[in-house]
Nanobody, 128 residues
């Protein structure tokens, strides 16, 4: 049974940093494409970043480029999102998403339907 679980959310001041983690189990982690998405209550969710299995195909959405960095440790079955220079508008529930496959090109940000497995989310709140 595939499971993914996020952690690391919390309250941070604007301009600060936070690192989210996503631990996966029940899968061959280095054969899966992973992503981070976020959603503000009452609003449509939005993609943040997606990474392929070998970490050389990455796509960031424009509003996080230069501030957020995705990484993955395939030996630990863990995905990370380093969030720097956070802004109040980054406040959201952040979700880790997973889908099997090694063919992700890194040239687009997949829609949520692309992923079949999701974590329960971790809340990030940025104070001004």
């Amino acid at each position: 049974q595939v499971q993914v679980a996020e952690s690391g959310g919390g309250l941070v001041q604007a301009g600060g940093s936070l690192r989210l983690s996503c631990t996966a189990s029940g899968l061959t982690f280095d054969a899966w494409t992973m992503g981070w998405y976020r959603q503000v209550a009452g609003k449509e969710g939005e993609g943040v970043v997606c990474v392929n299995w070998s970490r050389d195909k990455i796509y960031y959405t424009d509003f996080v480029k230069g501030r957020f960095t995705i990484s993955r440790d395939n030996a630990k079955n863990t995905l990370y999102l380093q969030m720097n220079s956070v802004r109040p508008e980054d406040t959201a529930m952040y979700y880790c998403a997973a889908t099997p496959g090694t063919q992700y090109s890194g040239t687009w940000l997949p829609p949520p339907e692309y992923f079949g497995w999701w974590g329960q989310g971790t809340q990030v709140t940025v104070s001004s």
